[in-house]
């Protein structure tokens, strides 16, 4: 069920046909390892996830193709990897002390939940009703409290002595790292706008209604850059990173007609922002924000530059001409974006008359690459097999299953998107061949074991098309 925070629109037509639901992705995250409950045996602390073997595989993987997209197969921008804690100053020039807050209202009735009453409202106004309609409690139809401004950033203390002077913040988002580091990167990398920093890294939220598994929690990892450029050139910078960011997913195998772009209303947009438009993605629970991608033009760093002191602008050497740069600010989410990506790829088929789950993941996304199984466990399949794995693994991420029957070890690779099954049967040892199945079109096909490592390299790096596009 969508949590009251979420700003989720209703579902689409096709959302109904999908096999996918949220129950369906958190029992195959927690039966297959790839996500599970946070402190679990101690009951579980609300709304936070620990990542297991094949979850940790595919959040990483996910990163690293944001890094290959945004970093190497560009001229401009450059890497950053800046503290958690800041300076307490920070979060002062950069509004959060004051601004970073959500309307919270209770329920005064029966049930006593809390509730974001600027969702409440947009939920009223899409419902047609009028804008200064009287609230009330959507669980339990009470009464609800007065708004109270709830402000998001977890506090903790510095130092042996716990007082106002020994006061900082976990940061809510990475970005304030990378705007307080603009003039370090700008001496040693020698760029000059338009140009950008990115980085990866965890941020905290004590969000008021955290919900719909890893979509929103209060400690996930963000994927943020943020794109210097000359004030004029701003909008069509911010232009090209929606185009750019919304090409990443579909690349990586997000369905188009699973994706759109929103851009936020007047009254939406965020203190720093002049405009922002959301990539969103039909997730269970209907659509909503992925990824948002801002023009936060210069506030951040003439903010800074105001509480710190230091120069934060672009002086070119050759003209003399100085200014404070605009900044394009593409922020995604790296749970969230490791979350669309397994509901994208969740499928559900029959075939002999038993039903298969697969994840269709892009293979550069999946976790494993090629299950190497002996078909029976005797007969030296078994050794051949560990042979095999052995040499492919040195290539690319590979395993070695030998447990059950060789129809529950294919399931299990299903289940864990691992695009080539490698199975060595009694022909292998007689001929050094192998089958190959492929996970999407249950192809299998005979292949020499020598050459066999290269041409799975050669077969993961091309394109690949969704086969849920039909
Ligand atoms: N620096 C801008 C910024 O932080 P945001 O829209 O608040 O903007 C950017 O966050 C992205 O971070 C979101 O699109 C989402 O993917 C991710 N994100 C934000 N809050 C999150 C939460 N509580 N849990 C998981 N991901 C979150």
């Given at each position: 069920m969508p949590e009251a925070g979420d700003r989720v629109s209703s579902m689409s037509s096709e959302a109904l046909h999908e096999p996918v639901t949220m129950e369906k992705i958190v029992s195959l995250c927690k039966r297959r390892g790839f996500v599970f409950q946070s402190s679990e045996i101690y009951g579980g602390l609300a709304s936070t996830y620990d990542y297991g073997h094949y979850g940790v595989l595919l959040k990483s993987n996910v990163k690293a193709e944001w890094w290959r997209a945004v970093v190497?197969?560009?001229?401009d921008v450059v890497a950053l990897d800046a503290a958690i804690?800041?300076?307490?100053?920070t979060w002062e020039a950069s509004g959060h002390l004051e601004g970073f807050s959500d309307p919270l209202v209770q329920c005064?009735?029966?049930?006593?939940r809390r509730w974001r009453e600027d969702h409440l409202r947009e939920d009223a106004v899409a419902h047609?009703?009028?804008?200064?309609a009287e609230l009330r409690c959507p669980a339990c139809g009470g009464e609800l409290s007065p708004p109270r401004q709830f402000n998001l950033m977890f506090e903790t203390h510095m130092g042996p002595v716990q007082d106002e002077g020994s006061r900082i913040f976990l940061r809510p988002e990475t970005a304030q790292g990378i705007f307080v580091n603009f003039k370090n990167v700008l001496q040693f990398s020698r760029?000059?706008?338009?140009f950008g920093i990115a980085q990866v890294g965890k941020s905290f939220r004590n969000e008021i209604t955290p919900g719909n598994f890893v979509f929103r929690t209060r400690e996930f990892e963000q994927m943020e850059i943020e794109f210097f450029v000359p004030p004029t050139e701003a909008p069509d910078w911010h232009e090209h990173w929606l185009e750019e960011r919304m090409r990443w997913y579909v690349e990586l195998g997000l369905r188009p007609d699973h994706l759109k772009l929103r851009e936020h209303g007047p009254e939406e947009l965020?203190?720093?922002?002049?405009a922002t438009s959301d990539i969103e993605y039909l997730f269970p629970m209907g659509w909503s924000e992925l990824e948002g991608i801002a023009n936060r033009g210069d506030f951040d760093l003439t903010q800074h530059a105001r509480f710190?002191?230091?120069?934060?602008e672009y002086v070119?050497?050759?003209?003399?001409e100085r200014y404070v740069p605009h900044v394009i600010e593409p922020s995604a989410g790296a749970d969230r974006g490791s979350l669309a990506f397994l509901v994208d790829a969740y499928d559900e088929e029959e075939v002999e008359g038993r039903e298969r789950v697969v994840l269709r993941l892009h293979p550069r996304l999946a976790p494993v690459k090629a299950a190497v199984l002996p078909l029976v466990n005797k007969d030296g399949q078994p050794e051949l097999a560990r042979r095999v794995y052995e040499e492919l693994r040195r290539r690319l991420p590979a395993e070695f299953d030998t447990g059950g029957s060789i129809g529950k070890r294919y399931r299990r690779q299903d289940e864990i998107g691992t695009p080539y099954g490698v199975t060595v049967d009694h022909q292998s040892l007689e001929d050094e061949t192998v089958t190959l199945r492929d996970r999407d079109s249950l192809t299998q096909e005979r292949l020499p074991i020598a050459g066999l490592a290269d041409e799975l390299v050669r077969r993961l790096a091309a394109d690949w098309r969704s086969p849920k596009l039909g």
């Amino acid at each position: 069920m969508p949590e009251a925070g979420d700003r989720v629109s209703s579902m689409s037509s096709e959302a109904l046909h999908e096999p996918v639901t949220m129950e369906k992705i958190v029992s195959l995250c927690k039966r297959r390892g790839f996500v599970f409950q946070s402190s679990e045996i101690y009951g579980g602390l609300a709304s936070t996830y620990d990542y297991g073997h094949y979850g940790v595989l595919l959040k990483s993987n996910v990163k690293a193709e944001w890094w290959r997209a945004v970093v190497q197969e560009r001229d401009d921008v450059v890497a950053l990897d800046a503290a958690i804690l800041m300076h307490p100053r920070t979060w002062e020039a950069s509004g959060h002390l004051e601004g970073f807050s959500d309307p919270l209202v209770q329920c005064l009735g029966k049930c006593k939940r809390r509730w974001r009453e600027d969702h409440l409202r947009e939920d009223a106004v899409a419902h047609e009703g009028p804008p200064d309609a009287e609230l009330r409690c959507p669980a339990c139809g009470g009464e609800l409290s007065p708004p109270r401004q709830f402000n998001l950033m977890f506090e903790t203390h510095m130092g042996p002595v716990q007082d106002e002077g020994s006061r900082i913040f976990l940061r809510p988002e990475t970005a304030q790292g990378i705007f307080v580091n603009f003039k370090n990167v700008l001496q040693f990398s020698r760029k000059r706008p338009p140009f950008g920093i990115a980085q990866v890294g965890k941020s905290f939220r004590n969000e008021i209604t955290p919900g719909n598994f890893v979509f929103r929690t209060r400690e996930f990892e963000q994927m943020e850059i943020e794109f210097f450029v000359p004030p004029t050139e701003a909008p069509d910078w911010h232009e090209h990173w929606l185009e750019e960011r919304m090409r990443w997913y579909v690349e990586l195998g997000l369905r188009p007609d699973h994706l759109k772009l929103r851009e936020h209303g007047p009254e939406e947009l965020s203190h720093y922002s002049s405009a922002t438009s959301d990539i969103e993605y039909l997730f269970p629970m209907g659509w909503s924000e992925l990824e948002g991608i801002a023009n936060r033009g210069d506030f951040d760093l003439t903010q800074h530059a105001r509480f710190s002191g230091e120069k934060l602008e672009y002086v070119d050497s050759a003209t003399g001409e100085r200014y404070v740069p605009h900044v394009i600010e593409p922020s995604a989410g790296a749970d969230r974006g490791s979350l669309a990506f397994l509901v994208d790829a969740y499928d559900e088929e029959e075939v002999e008359g038993r039903e298969r789950v697969v994840l269709r993941l892009h293979p550069r996304l999946a976790p494993v690459k090629a299950a190497v199984l002996p078909l029976v466990n005797k007969d030296g399949q078994p050794e051949l097999a560990r042979r095999v794995y052995e040499e492919l693994r040195r290539r690319l991420p590979a395993e070695f299953d030998t447990g059950g029957s060789i129809g529950k070890r294919y399931r299990r690779q299903d289940e864990i998107g691992t695009p080539y099954g490698v199975t060595v049967d009694h022909q292998s040892l007689e001929d050094e061949t192998v089958t190959l199945r492929d996970r999407d079109s249950l192809t299998q096909e005979r292949l020499p074991i020598a050459g066999l490592a290269d041409e799975l390299v050669r077969r993961l790096a091309a394109d690949w098309r969704s086969p849920k596009l039909g």
